[in-house]
Protein backbone atom coordinates (compact mmCIF):
# COMPACT_ATOMS: atom_id res chain seq x y z
CA UNK A 1 0.00 0.00 0.00
CA UNK A 2 1.15 3.60 -0.74
CA UNK A 3 2.10 4.96 2.01
CA UNK A 4 0.21 8.76 2.32
CA UNK A 5 2.91 11.16 2.40
CA UNK A 6 4.05 9.26 -1.09
CA UNK A 7 0.50 10.38 -2.46
CA UNK A 8 0.10 8.82 -5.51
CA UNK A 9 4.03 8.58 -6.61
CA UNK A 10 6.36 5.75 -6.45
CA UNK A 11 8.80 8.06 -5.01
CA UNK A 12 9.45 11.82 -3.76
CA UNK A 13 12.17 13.68 -4.97
CA UNK A 14 13.49 16.60 -2.89
CA UNK A 15 16.74 18.67 -4.71
CA UNK A 16 18.55 20.72 -1.56
CA UNK A 17 21.58 23.48 -2.40
CA UNK A 18 23.44 24.04 0.51
CA UNK A 19 24.65 27.37 0.01
CA UNK A 20 27.78 27.39 2.11
CA UNK A 21 29.54 30.17 0.16
CA UNK A 22 33.12 31.12 2.26
CA UNK A 23 31.49 29.80 5.41
CA UNK A 24 32.16 26.14 4.72
CA UNK A 25 36.08 27.28 4.67
CA UNK A 26 35.62 30.07 7.42
CA UNK A 27 34.55 27.42 9.57
CA UNK A 28 37.84 25.10 8.80
CA UNK A 29 40.17 28.25 9.80
CA UNK A 30 39.60 31.98 9.50
CA UNK A 31 43.47 32.33 7.92
CA UNK A 32 41.72 31.73 5.00
CA UNK A 33 39.65 34.62 4.82
CA UNK A 34 42.68 36.15 2.90
CA UNK A 35 43.18 33.56 0.39
CA UNK A 36 41.74 35.22 -2.44
CA UNK A 37 41.45 32.05 -4.65
CA UNK A 38 40.03 30.19 -2.06
CA UNK A 39 37.43 32.50 -1.31
CA UNK A 40 36.44 33.27 -5.16
CA UNK A 41 36.08 29.25 -5.12
CA UNK A 42 33.26 29.69 -2.91
CA UNK A 43 31.55 32.79 -3.66
CA UNK A 44 30.99 31.23 -6.78
CA UNK A 45 28.30 29.39 -5.36
CA UNK A 46 25.88 31.87 -4.71
CA UNK A 47 27.31 34.47 -7.29
CA UNK A 48 27.75 32.32 -10.41
CA UNK A 49 25.84 29.06 -9.46
CA UNK A 50 22.40 30.04 -7.61
CA UNK A 51 21.23 32.07 -10.54
CA UNK A 52 21.95 29.44 -13.14
CA UNK A 53 20.46 26.73 -10.97
CA UNK A 54 17.59 28.84 -10.38
CA UNK A 55 17.11 29.04 -14.14
CA UNK A 56 17.49 24.98 -14.37
CA UNK A 57 14.78 24.97 -11.83
CA UNK A 58 12.97 27.39 -13.86
CA UNK A 59 13.44 25.05 -17.37
CA UNK A 60 12.50 21.22 -15.25
CA UNK A 61 9.69 23.56 -13.04
CA UNK A 62 10.07 22.13 -10.26
CA UNK A 63 10.84 23.76 -6.63
CA UNK A 64 13.88 23.18 -4.46
CA UNK A 65 15.11 24.03 -0.94
CA UNK A 66 17.93 25.89 -0.27
CA UNK A 67 19.85 25.55 3.22
CA UNK A 68 21.64 28.74 3.69
CA UNK A 69 23.96 30.16 6.85
CA UNK A 70 22.74 32.80 8.32
CA UNK A 71 26.01 34.32 7.76
CA UNK A 72 25.70 33.60 3.88
CA UNK A 73 22.16 35.14 4.10
CA UNK A 74 23.61 38.55 6.28
CA UNK A 75 26.64 39.22 4.04
CA UNK A 76 24.34 38.79 0.51
CA UNK A 77 21.43 41.00 1.87
CA UNK A 78 19.49 39.68 -1.13
CA UNK A 79 20.28 36.24 -1.56
CA UNK A 80 17.20 34.83 0.47
CA UNK A 81 14.47 37.01 -0.38
CA UNK A 82 15.32 36.33 -4.67
CA UNK A 83 15.26 32.58 -3.96
CA UNK A 84 12.01 32.80 -1.78
CA UNK A 85 11.02 35.27 -4.72
CA UNK A 86 11.81 32.73 -7.48
CA UNK A 87 9.32 30.18 -5.50
CA UNK A 88 11.62 28.36 -4.05
CA UNK A 89 12.18 27.31 -0.16
CA UNK A 90 15.07 28.76 1.83
CA UNK A 91 16.14 26.47 5.51
CA UNK A 92 18.06 27.25 8.25
CA UNK A 93 21.96 26.14 7.78
CA UNK A 94 23.49 27.20 11.42
CA UNK A 95 24.97 30.54 11.78
CA UNK A 96 28.52 29.91 10.94
CA UNK A 97 28.23 26.42 9.40
CA UNK A 98 30.79 24.96 12.26
CA UNK A 99 29.83 21.86 13.44
CA UNK A 100 27.26 21.75 15.83
CA UNK A 101 29.84 18.83 17.61
CA UNK A 102 32.45 21.66 18.10
CA UNK A 103 30.11 23.79 19.62
CA UNK A 104 29.02 23.55 23.65
CA UNK A 105 25.06 23.88 24.32
CA UNK A 106 25.38 27.28 25.05
CA UNK A 107 27.00 28.44 21.47
CA UNK A 108 24.46 26.22 19.92
CA UNK A 109 21.91 27.74 21.06
CA UNK A 110 23.31 31.26 20.29
CA UNK A 111 24.52 30.67 16.61
CA UNK A 112 21.29 28.53 15.86
CA UNK A 113 19.31 31.81 17.08
CA UNK A 114 21.71 34.01 15.38
CA UNK A 115 20.71 32.53 11.83
CA UNK A 116 16.48 32.79 13.08
CA UNK A 117 17.48 36.71 13.82
CA UNK A 118 18.89 37.09 10.24
CA UNK A 119 15.91 35.08 8.10
CA UNK A 120 13.57 36.93 10.34
CA UNK A 121 14.69 40.82 9.99
CA UNK A 122 14.77 40.01 6.20
CA UNK A 123 11.05 38.63 5.88
CA UNK A 124 12.21 35.26 5.24
CA UNK A 125 9.69 32.38 6.64
CA UNK A 126 12.06 29.66 7.92
CA UNK A 127 10.40 25.86 7.94
CA UNK A 128 13.60 23.43 8.73
CA UNK A 129 17.04 23.39 9.26
CA UNK A 130 19.86 20.85 8.21
CA UNK A 131 23.01 20.81 10.55
CA UNK A 132 26.55 22.35 9.29
CA UNK A 133 27.96 18.73 7.85
CA UNK A 134 24.82 17.04 8.64
CA UNK A 135 26.69 16.63 12.22
CA UNK A 136 23.42 17.27 14.34
CA UNK A 137 23.41 16.24 18.04
CA UNK A 138 20.58 15.94 20.58
CA UNK A 139 21.11 19.29 21.31
CA UNK A 140 20.51 20.09 17.67
CA UNK A 141 17.17 18.62 17.36
CA UNK A 142 15.61 20.44 20.79
CA UNK A 143 16.83 23.68 19.11
CA UNK A 144 14.84 22.72 15.68
CA UNK A 145 11.70 22.59 17.72
CA UNK A 146 12.52 25.41 20.31
CA UNK A 147 12.43 27.52 17.37
CA UNK A 148 9.52 26.16 15.93
CA UNK A 149 10.64 24.64 12.67
CA UNK A 150 9.23 21.45 11.91
CA UNK A 151 11.71 19.58 10.16
CA UNK A 152 15.56 18.22 9.87
CA UNK A 153 17.48 16.87 7.44
CA UNK A 154 20.94 15.55 8.73
CA UNK A 155 20.71 12.12 9.80
CA UNK A 156 21.14 8.85 8.26
CA UNK A 157 18.68 6.53 10.00
CA UNK A 158 16.54 5.50 6.53
CA UNK A 159 16.23 6.21 2.97
CA UNK A 160 12.40 7.22 3.93
CA UNK A 161 11.47 9.60 5.86
CA UNK A 162 10.58 9.72 9.42
CA UNK A 163 9.74 11.12 12.12
CA UNK A 164 11.90 11.63 15.51
CA UNK A 165 9.58 12.09 19.08
CA UNK A 166 10.73 13.08 22.72
CA UNK A 167 8.85 12.73 25.68
CA UNK A 168 6.38 15.98 25.99
CA UNK A 169 6.72 17.67 23.02
CA UNK A 170 6.13 17.60 19.25
CA UNK A 171 7.44 15.15 17.00
CA UNK A 172 9.78 16.32 13.72
CA UNK A 173 10.15 15.03 10.68
CA UNK A 174 13.45 13.62 9.13
CA UNK A 175 14.13 14.39 5.96
CA UNK A 176 17.00 11.69 5.92
CA UNK A 177 20.12 12.35 3.66
CA UNK A 178 23.25 10.17 2.69
CA UNK A 179 27.20 10.54 1.27
CA UNK A 180 25.61 8.55 -1.88
CA UNK A 181 23.60 11.89 -2.93
CA UNK A 182 26.00 14.31 -2.36
CA UNK A 183 27.61 16.15 -4.60
CA UNK A 184 30.09 16.89 -2.50
CA UNK A 185 31.41 13.58 -2.93
CA UNK A 186 31.64 13.63 -6.25
CA UNK A 187 33.12 17.29 -7.37
CA UNK A 188 34.93 18.85 -4.26
CA UNK A 189 38.07 19.40 -5.12
CA UNK A 190 40.49 21.82 -2.74
CA UNK A 191 44.64 21.34 -2.65
CA UNK A 192 44.06 23.49 0.94
CA UNK A 193 42.22 22.73 3.02
CA UNK A 194 41.77 19.18 2.28
CA UNK A 195 37.53 19.51 2.03
CA UNK A 196 37.77 17.14 -0.62
CA UNK A 197 40.01 15.49 -4.00
CA UNK A 198 37.63 14.30 -6.62
CA UNK A 199 36.65 15.75 -9.97
CA UNK A 200 34.13 12.87 -11.10
CA UNK A 201 32.77 13.04 -14.37
CA UNK A 202 29.11 14.30 -14.41
CA UNK A 203 27.79 11.73 -16.86
CA UNK A 204 29.44 9.09 -14.06
CA UNK A 205 27.80 10.65 -11.63
CA UNK A 206 24.31 11.30 -13.41
CA UNK A 207 24.73 7.26 -14.22
CA UNK A 208 24.96 6.86 -10.43
CA UNK A 209 22.15 9.18 -8.83
CA UNK A 210 19.61 7.50 -11.95
CA UNK A 211 20.27 4.12 -10.71
CA UNK A 212 19.64 5.47 -7.28
CA UNK A 213 16.10 6.83 -8.79
CA UNK A 214 15.48 3.41 -10.58
CA UNK A 215 16.15 1.97 -6.74
CA UNK A 216 13.84 4.63 -4.91
CA UNK A 217 10.86 3.96 -7.26
CA UNK A 218 11.06 0.44 -6.40
CA UNK A 219 10.91 0.94 -2.53
CA UNK A 220 9.20 4.22 -1.94
CA UNK A 221 11.82 6.11 -0.78
CA UNK A 222 13.10 9.61 -0.87
CA UNK A 223 15.47 11.08 -2.81
CA UNK A 224 17.11 13.68 -0.86
CA UNK A 225 19.65 15.03 -2.87
CA UNK A 226 22.35 17.23 -1.56
CA UNK A 227 24.05 20.10 -3.80
CA UNK A 228 26.07 22.94 -3.46
CA UNK A 229 26.21 25.51 -5.64
CA UNK A 230 30.04 26.24 -5.65
CA UNK A 231 30.27 22.35 -7.00
CA UNK A 232 27.22 22.13 -9.05
CA UNK A 233 26.53 25.12 -10.42
CA UNK A 234 29.35 24.99 -12.78
CA UNK A 235 28.59 23.80 -16.31
CA UNK A 236 28.50 20.48 -17.09
CA UNK A 237 27.30 19.79 -13.70
CA UNK A 238 24.13 21.89 -13.98
CA UNK A 239 23.28 20.13 -17.04
CA UNK A 240 24.04 17.16 -15.59
CA UNK A 241 21.60 18.14 -12.46
CA UNK A 242 18.86 19.32 -15.49
CA UNK A 243 18.86 15.65 -16.66
CA UNK A 244 18.57 13.71 -13.90
CA UNK A 245 15.55 16.09 -12.97
CA UNK A 246 13.99 15.48 -16.16
CA UNK A 247 14.71 11.93 -15.71
CA UNK A 248 12.65 11.48 -12.76
CA UNK A 249 9.53 12.94 -14.01
CA UNK A 250 9.70 11.12 -16.88
CA UNK A 251 9.46 7.80 -14.16
CA UNK A 252 6.50 9.89 -12.41
CA UNK A 253 8.72 10.83 -9.53
CA UNK A 254 7.34 14.07 -8.15
CA UNK A 255 9.65 16.67 -6.64
CA UNK A 256 8.80 18.80 -3.88
CA UNK A 257 10.28 21.06 -0.77
CA UNK A 258 11.79 19.45 1.95
CA UNK A 259 8.64 21.82 4.10
CA UNK A 260 6.06 20.22 2.02
CA UNK A 261 7.51 17.00 1.98
CA UNK A 262 7.86 16.99 6.09
CA UNK A 263 4.40 18.48 6.06
CA UNK A 264 3.29 15.25 4.58
CA UNK A 265 5.17 13.36 6.34
CA UNK A 266 3.71 15.17 9.62
CA UNK A 267 0.02 14.30 8.45
CA UNK A 268 0.80 10.56 7.72
CA UNK A 269 0.46 8.10 11.06
CA UNK A 270 1.53 5.26 9.29
CA UNK A 271 5.40 7.04 8.57
CA UNK A 272 7.76 5.44 11.06
CA UNK A 273 8.99 6.88 14.50
CA UNK A 274 11.95 6.99 16.61
CA UNK A 275 12.50 7.96 19.81
CA UNK A 276 14.97 11.08 20.24
CA UNK A 277 16.52 8.78 23.25
CA UNK A 278 17.47 5.89 20.79
CA UNK A 279 19.14 8.19 18.29
CA UNK A 280 21.59 9.51 20.38
CA UNK A 281 22.01 6.80 23.64
CA UNK A 282 20.71 3.88 21.70
CA UNK A 283 24.00 2.21 22.97
CA UNK A 284 22.30 0.12 25.90
CA UNK A 285 24.32 -1.01 28.04
CA UNK A 286 27.46 -1.15 25.97
CA UNK A 287 30.59 -0.68 28.26
CA UNK A 288 31.69 2.68 28.95
CA UNK A 289 35.55 1.31 28.54
CA UNK A 290 35.20 -1.63 25.74
CA UNK A 291 37.65 -4.01 26.61
CA UNK A 292 39.32 -4.99 23.56
ZN1 LIG B 1 26.81 23.13 4.50
Same mark, same amino acid.
Not at 59 to 72: K, L, N
Not at 220 to 237: A, V
Not at 239 to 254: F, N, P
Given at each position: ? $?AR????????????F?????????????????????? *??????P? @???????? @?????????????????? #??????????????????????????????????????????????????????????????????????????????? *???? !??? #????????????????????????????? /??????????????? #?????? #?????????F !? *????? $???? /????????A???????????????? /?A??????????????????????????? !?????????
Open positions: M $TWLGDCAATGTITDVDAESAILAHDLKYADHAMIM *SHQAYGD @VGVPRLLD @VLDQVGIQATFFMPGWVA #KVRPRLASTIVDRGHEVAHHSYSHQSPTDLTDAAQHADFERACEVFASQGVEIFGHRAAMWEATSSTLDLVREFGLSYD *SSLM !GDD #KPYRISADGVRPLAELPVHWSLDDWEQYA /FLPSPAVGNVIESPA #KVLEMW #KLEIDAMLE !G *SLFNL $TCHP /FLSGRPSRVALRSLIEYGLEQGMR /FTCRDVAADVLADSQVREVHQRHLITGT !GDYPQTPGR
